[in-house]
């Protein structure tokens, strides 16, 4: 491989560098895909009265149904799963769920009448 590669004028530098940077958009793109299903369970969720009363409950409850969105064909996680990169692209969309998530508690609480 590192014969036809310097025969064609690319270094495995380069190759190495392009690796990374796909890795970097793919991180990205899934942490984007974590905070959209955060906002979504967030906001779609049927929450209880118990679910509402704090962060912490809500935060719970937030994470049961992103969790048992994940058994579901649809899922991005599981095209996650396929790339080799797979551990840090699921810490990316973890991470993006989390923050969807803090920040559908945020807007929730800003929509309430004090």
């Not at 049927?46 to 969790?67: G, H, Q, V």
Request: with cysteine; glycine share 6%; net charge negative.
């Amino acid at each position: 491989m590192d014969l036809t590669l310097k025969r064609h004028g690319v270094s495995l530098y380069s190759v190495n560098l392009t690796y990374q940077l796909e890795d970097v958009m793919r991180k990205q793109e899934a942490y984007k895909l974590g905070y959209w299903s955060g906002i979504a369970s967030a906001e779609y969720g049927d929450f209880t009265p118990d679910e509402l009363k704090d962060e912490e409950s809500f935060i719970a409850a937030c994470l049961e149904i992103c969790e048992n969105k994940r058994q579901y064909a649809d899922s991005p996680t599981y095209d996650l799963a396929r790339e080799r990169n797979s551990d840090s692209l699921f810490d990316a969309f973890d991470e993006g769920e989390s923050a969807g998530i803090l920040k559908g508690w945020e807007e929730r609480q800003s929509t309430l009448v004090h």
